[in-house]
């Protein structure tokens, strides 16, 4: 949240209470960490994208090398927030936009996770690597599952909001464990006792699942929003794009989790698992294709009404990326030409949204409107027409 959302605020003909410009903090939310996820993502990508992965490994290294110490950052300056004004957290906890944004900073630790394992050898021995990996992934995970359980619970329960107030940020409490299924797929391999393997693999489509189902029912109520309500018209339309991140994810888990369980179950249950990489990725890819055309059609309505910049922009980065992952390993399972330009063209389109929201967010910390969050979130209200 940010005084774009008050911009937002101010167009609309509401009762003069929604229009009041709310007391402004500095600080650092967990939305931030959206930054890290965004810029992990590329890096993850890069390295196994058709035609030209193998040309980008120091472009990948130096990517992954920047999204770790943004994660750093982050996390230094989220420890001193927390420590010096505990209230911030405890406030951001209870607000009922903010607060869905916790799911960030989890899976911001399991994306640089995932490009610790593919990029960290030529920093570490192989030992180091494994182990950072496996502490990124275990605490990503075990926060991202207490994430997807307490914000839910917690918007069930205390949030008071409108009947329009389903977006997309709804999604990010619920994501994490599918961020978990596809990075555990490549941890896997590193198992040496097949018990645990398959454990872990099981519990990566537990996981796989968990996120798949309340990411649909969120969806829904976006749509229904959506249909019934339509757009805020402003900083929250970006926000839209969050859809992409669990399909996109859920490709690549699938994807990934099926071609480690040739070597981790029997068939004829590997050979179903493989065979749902594309029976479940192609389907969910074409319905990620048709929301991407949706979002486009909604985000350029909403950039020709002046859309300000907010951190929500960074929507557009890494909901992308896993759909980059999501066409490579469509690519790799069928070997169809055609999965793997439309990987290196989302991978264009992926560079190209980093750089904008990069961008923005440089010229917002400089301006200092985007470490300016009201204290008390404004109400979004959304309506057609805007």
């Not at 454990?199 to 796989?208: E, H, I, P, Q, S």
Request: positive net charge.
């Amino acid at each position: 949240m940010t005084e774009s959302v008050v911009n937002e605020l101010s167009d609309s003909n509401k009762p003069n209470e929604l229009n009041e410009i709310p007391e402004l903090n500095i600080e650092i939310g967990p939305n931030w960490f959206a930054s890290v996820m965004g810029t992990a993502i590329i890096a993850n990508a890069a390295i196994g994208l058709p035609k030209v992965g193998n040309q980008l490994n120091s472009f990948g290294f130096s990517i992954w090398l920047l999204s770790a110490l943004l994660l750093i950052a982050m996390l230094l300056l989220v420890t001193l927030q927390t420590i010096s004004k505990p209230h911030i957290i405890k406030r951001q906890f209870n607000d009922s936009v903010m607060a869905q944004f916790f799911g960030a900073p989890p899976m911001a630790l399991m994306a640089v996770a995932g490009g610790t394992l593919l990029f960290g050898n030529a920093l570490f021995s192989q030992e180091a690597v494994l182990t950072i990996t496996w502490v990124l992934w275990s605490v990503g995970t075990v926060s991202g599952i207490i994430t997807s359980v307490i914000i839910p619970y917690r918007l069930f329960t205390h949030h008071e909001v409108r009947g329009d107030a389903a977006f997309g940020g709804w999604l990010m409490p619920v994501v994490p464990p599918m961020v978990s299924a596809a990075i555990g797929a490549m941890l896997l391999p590193y198992i040496q006792d097949n018990v645990l393997q398959q454990t872990m693999l099981y519990g990566c489509y537990a996981m796989f699942g968990m996120s798949l189902m309340g990411a649909f029912i969120i969806t829904t109520l976006i749509w229904g929003r959506l249909a019934h309500s339509g757009t805020s018209g402003g900083a929250r339309v970006p926000t839209l794009w969050i859809i992409l991140g669990p399909l996109g994810q859920s490709i690549t888990a699938a994807g990934a989790l099926g071609t480690v369980a040739l070597t981790v179950v029997e068939q004829p249950i590997a050979g179903s698992l493989h065979s749902m990489a594309i029976l479940y990725g192609v389907p969910v890819w074409g319905f990620a294709f048709f929301w991407s055309m949706l979002a486009t059609c909604l985000t350029v309505r909403a950039l020709r009404r002046k859309m300000p910049f907010a951190l929500t922009w960074w929507a557009f980065t890494f909901p992308v990326g896993t759909c980059v992952t999501g066409t490579t390993q469509l690519a790799l399972h069928t070997g169809l030409p055609a999965f793997e330009w439309a990987a290196v063209l989302l991978f264009s389109v992926l560079l190209c949204a980093w750089v904008v929201a990069a961008i923005g967010t440089i010229r917002g910390v400089k301006g200092g409107n985007l470490i300016k969050n009201p204290t008390n979130s404004p109400v979004i209200i959304s309506r057609k027409g805007k």
